[in-house]
């Protein structure tokens, strides 16, 4: 079955930095790459998604890149804010069933 | 169109006792997973049903654990014979029936084992 590993397991930026998350998975079936935001206390909230025919895709501060070849996406945070402080989680799946995830990282954006 | 329901929010059960956590889909998505989250550390698959069937319980511990999904009703996650090590959080997720993706998981439910 798909293995996510994610890195690093916590992150401290400086509020306007950027912070980059990254994941690998090991099953080259896998074609759906959602990133999710969990806040203290919440349910997991999707961010942003990539599908394996691109490679890259922007929304506002968040950008996911992807590299089929090596099996690996990033989370790309621009411009960091202090509510962007969280738990953030990678994911891969095979057309969206049974979706694997990372171990997570904690951010923290200091202001 | 309300998103994705569970109840209740936080459970105590004494040990030995049954945890009952429900989960009632978004409107329109007839796929749902459940995860289970402990203290500081990922989302650990569980179960993925559809309308009365299990389609992946590979992460089901193979006792105590059990999931359902009737044609009416919400989803139930079992436990029985609770013991401490139970105590996390589940989140349950839907998905669209077809040709949409991506998981919108609940708020969930904090089950404590005293």
């Known amino acids: ?111 | 169109n309300a998103g994705v329901m569970q109840n209740p929010r936080h459970l105590v059960r004494r040990r030995g006792q049954e945890a009952r956590l429900r989960c009632s889909p978004m409107k329109g998505h007839s796929h749902v997973y459940w995860y289970r989250q402990l203290p500081e550390e990922g989302l650990k698959f569980m179960v993925y049903l559809q309308k009365e069937n299990i389609i992946d319980e590979s992460g089901m511990p193979k006792e105590r654990f059990s999931a359902e999904f009737p044609k009416e009703g919400p989803s139930i996650l079992r436990i029985q014979q609770v013991v401490r090590g139970d105590s996390a959080a589940y989140f349950c997720a839907s998905s669209p029936d077809s040709g949409g993706y991506g998981y919108t998981f609940g708020s969930g439910t904090r089950l404590t084992v005293v």
């Not at chain 1, 994941?23 to 935001?37: G, I, L, Q, V």
Request: proline share 5%; net charge neutral.
């Open chain 1, 1 to 111: 079955g798909e293995n996510v590993e994610q890195h690093p397991s916590t992150l401290s930026v400086q509020e306007g930095d950027s912070a980059v998350i990254k994941c690998t998975y090991s099953d080259s079936a896998s074609n759906y790459f959602p990133w999710y935001k969990q806040e203290l206390g919440k349910g997991p909230q999707l961010i942003i998604d990539i599908r394996s025919n691109v490679g890259e895709k922007k929304d506002q501060r968040i950008a996911v890149t992807l590299n089929k070849t090596a099996k690996h996406f990033s989370l790309h945070i621009t411009e960091t804010q202090p509510e962007d402080s969280a738990v953030y989680f990678c994911a891969a799946s095979y057309n969206n069933n049974d979706m694997r995830f990372g171990a997570g990282t904690r951010l923290t954006v200091k202001p």
